[in-house]
Structure formats: C-alpha cells, structure tokens
C-alpha cells in the first residue's frame, strides 16, 4: 500500500521558515522523481520543487533560492526547507511521487500570515 504522508506544516510569520517532511512507504523510493506542488482555491496545482532520484533539482524562479529540496533515501523521505516565507506562498502543499505512475499525499496546509 503506497503512502506519501506530508508534515511539517503551519501558520508562521512573514519571513519565517518552515520544513515540510513526506515520508513514503510501499514502493521503491530511490528510484522515483519527488516532487512537491502547492495549491490555492481557485488555482491549479503547480510544482515547487523536484528532485531526481540522483539528486538533481528543479526549482521555479518564484521559490529558487528561498526553498530547497532534498531527499534522505534511507530513510524514505523527502524535505522541503522554506526560509523567506512570503504571505503569497500561503498554500497546501502535496507531496508527489513518480516514475511509470504517480502518487500524491493528503497535503499540508501552509499559512504565512502575521
């Protein structure tokens, strides 16, 4: 049974940071691309970082240098590490798995709000 459970989330102040955690369990998490997107009402989900089973990353101009994600592939699980925060990065955040097929998390609510 494949699970991606994401934490991590919460209300913190504008410029604060967070650390989001997905831990994944039932299928072969090395060799799969995670990702993490977010979403508001309204809006399509759309991608805030990726990681490639060998590490390389992939981050949009509206997060680089603010976010970073990483992956600790013996622990099966993937970080994102949001520092800067900024009141529009207001968001649930989802975790993503895939490689031939995908799988999503339940999401995390983020609010940056003072």
């Known amino acids: 049974q494949v699970q991606l459970v994401e934490s991590g989330g919460g209300l913190v102040q504008p410029g604060g940071s967070l650390r989001l955690s997905c831990a994944a369990s039932?299928?072969?998490?090395?060799?799969?691309?995670m990702s993490w997107y977010r979403q508001t009402p309204g809006k399509e989900r759309e991608l805030v970082a990726r990681?490639?089973?060998?590490?390389?990353?992939n981050l949009p101009d509206s997060v680089k240098g603010r976010f970073t994600i990483s992956r600790d592939n013996d622990k099966n699980t993937v970080y994102l590490q949001m520092n800067s925060l900024k009141p529009e990065d207001t968001a649930v955040y989802y975790c993503?798995?895939?490689?031939?097929?995908?799988?999503w998390g339940q999401g995390t609510q983020v609010t940056v709000s003072s």
């Open positions: 990681i490639s089973p060998g590490g390389s990353t």
């Open positions: 039932g299928f072969t998490f090395s060799i799969y691309t």
């Open positions: 993503n798995a895939v490689r031939m097929v995908g799988y």
